[in-house]
């Protein structure tokens, strides 16, 4: 057990991954996670790696969809406008079936311009074929790496894998983690096999042009391999919990049933949790349920979790402009006819602090039913004025 | 039912099967007598879909000297117009295809 930053907790986990290609752009609050893999890389501790410095993220992305095609194991990390520009080469990358890894210092989206953390970046990336974990603390980061590469590369799934973690919070955090052994890691991940791969002996074109009479199956084969993710991510949770030791759940992570559910993704979990055992101790029938993969949704896990549940809270970090936020909608979709009522409350945008007390109190107005159902922002109250 | 690769992974001229001919508003009409065989059209065409074809022979003094000319391959050419654009020798003409020339009535 060292006290290692969120940084080098992901860093030394890639390492331990052997990874053939990594390919990054330094943006806050990401970039010491890749600075760390640079320093790895120039003191050789990195086998026959290749480590490529990008003129952007655009760049890092479109390398590493080059770099993947020809049977490589690749490694990104960015965030927040890094992750937006990489946006359209990340389509093409889960469209062209290609599994690279990426970690996400979740951060927001400007205007206005913010470097902290929340939920928006990775939530505009929802409908991209990636697969999304949100970690709650740097030890999980650390265990989700090898197990985005067994899930990504499995022939089953093909499709790119990011692990969020919350940007400061998590990445700048020293925390004590647990450092994985090589053998550990290289008795659990297999080397990459690719079904298909690009040489300059047998040329390729990957993602061709799809005429109007099958692009839609290309598409409708994404969603399947989607939907295959979740059993193929199940089995892999579960080995990992055996080889290491540590079970951090399934897609979801949750207590007993209660009456009212509390739902919470990313660092934000462990205070959720902390304040869902205080009040249930009590005597509140309260119940904490933390949502770890966010696609494929895992839909059919939070109606077994939230039988028995008459009100549903769901902490957001992010919003869908117009909409109600994404995981309050995905959650209304899992629980439609349950009759459960759903409390979807806005906290932490841009960096705001989410103290324990704004916490307990949101969970009290719902128990005490001094609260509608529906949207709430935790939000001061503002007027806009013309400058 | 149908067969697809995952990633749309293929072969090299796979992309052959598609015929972007019947893309184009417009096709490109080479009038030979004007065309001088410079091949300007032929390096422009963004599809490949333009090359310069013997045509006979011609008498210069001693000398004998190849006529070629262009020849457009319409089953890929999308009738972009770019070839007449650089035709030197204004010998490319572009016409509408007459599935375009109906009349709203």
Redesign the interface.
Known sequence: MKVVRGFYSVAYSVRLCRPDVICAYPITPQTEIVERLAEMYANGELGNCEYVTAESEFGAASILVGASATGARTFTATCSQGLILMSEVLWNASGMRLPIVLVNANRSLSAPLSIWNDHQDSMAMRDAGIIQVYAESNQEVHDMIPQAYKVAEDRRVMLPFMVCMDGYKLTHAYEPVDLLDQEIVDGFLPAYDPPVKLTTKKPLTFGSYATPDCYMEFRVAMHDAMDRARKVMDNVFQEWAEVSGRDWGGHISNGEEAETCVIAMGSLAGLVRNVVEELRKEGKSVSFIKLRTFRPFPAEELRKALTGASKVIVFERSLSLGSEPPVTLDVKSAIQKMGIDVYSVVVGLGGRDVPRELVKSTIQEVLEDRVKPGLHFKAKQFEEVIP | M?R?????????L??LK?KTGDWGAEYPVIEEEKCIGCGECEIFCPDLCIELIEAGMEKKGEKEKIIRVAKVNYEYCKGCGTCSVVCPAEAIKMELKDIYRGELK
């Open positions: 149908i697809i690769t995952p990633g749309a992974v293929s072969k090299p796979e992309s598609v």
